[in-house]
């Protein structure tokens, strides 16, 4: 026996889902909120008790002051250039090297493969003083270069590359073969359109990494005029001690995340696997 529903029984039984949905939403979005919030606020409203949760006179004062007592320009340069240079180098190498591993047979690839994941348990911090090393030999200190080197491969950037290639169907490869194709061709032609959710998501989370990075920045770095954003924000809590400042310090926080969401809502229709059933049909 069918069992029908009314149109409205149907968006009834919706109803639970919605709820949690919302619920989620406000629980990850509140933080959010209280960010831009106490950013337009007067620095007496930030403290005050009870929370004042909407300013009553909102004002930008404080992103103006934020770049007049930092110099928050120069630090997005930076922050862009090593972000945008490193994420394009991680997904570069991973989309080779995680193509190879899925796609090719060679000596040794799985305990290679193996010994690549054992990579991703070692702690950073244990990696901090050889890589500084590494950098003062290189004469690479206090610089932007010294920053990039350790940033142009990924572990788990080869590993997510790999994991979603072995899903190409080898029929496209091997077609593609027939057609004379060389295997840098087949690669960047079949390969890299295939792999476009991964590659999306791969530099979303590069991106959202490298710009966020503190304490390798911190350790190489030591010309205020080479420092990245978070770097420069974080100067704001030593113009501080108490609340005169603090809508300055939120402002100068939501500045700093803003590159962030913009990039997630560029790249986010990419996560949509598009890519097997329309090159199978195809």
Not at 64 to 76: D, Q
């Amino acid at each position: 026996m069918i069992e029908t529903r009314t149109p409205l029984q149907r968006r009834l039984r919706r109803v639970p889902v919605a709820m949690v949905l919302l619920a989620a939403l406000l629980f990850a979005g509140f933080p959010l909120f209280w960010l831009a919030s106490n950013s337009v606020k007067l620095p007496e409203e930030i403290t005050a008790l009870p929370p004042v949760w909407l300013p009553s006179q909102p004002t930008l004062d404080a992103y103006g002051e934020a770049f007049r007592l930092l110099p928050l320009g120069n630090a997005f340069l930076n922050s862009f250039l090593i972000a945008g240079i490193s994420t394009a180098a991680v997904v570069v190498t991973s989309t080779m090297a995680g193509w190879a591993f899925a796609i090719y047979e060679f000596r040794f690839r799985e305990p290679l493969f193996l010994l690549l994941l054992a990579t991703m348990f070692v702690p950073p911090i244990t990696t901090l003083v050889p890589l500084y090393w590494i950098i003062q030999s290189m004469g690479l200190l206090d610089s932007l270069v010294g920053v990039l080197v350790p940033q142009r491969a990924n572990a788990f950037g080869i590993f997510l590359i790999r994991q979603f290639a072995r899903g190409v169907p080898r029929e496209l490869i091997d077609a593609g073969r027939v057609d004379g194709a060389s295997e840098w061709r087949i690669l960047w032609s079949i390969g890299v359109p295939l792999l476009r959710p991964a590659i999306a998501t791969l530099a979303m989370f590069a991106f959202v990494f490298y710009w966020n990075a503190y304490l390798w920045p911190l350790v190489v770095l030591q010309s205020p005029d080479h420092f990245t954003v978070v770097l420069v924000v974080n100067q704001l809590q030593s113009y501080t001690t108490a609340v005169r400042l603090a809508n300055v310090i939120f402002a100068g926080t939501l500045m700093a995340v803003i590159p962030n969401i913009l990039l997630f809502i560029i790249v986010r229709r990419a996560y949509a696997d598009q890519g097997f059933s329309s090159a199978v049909k195809g």
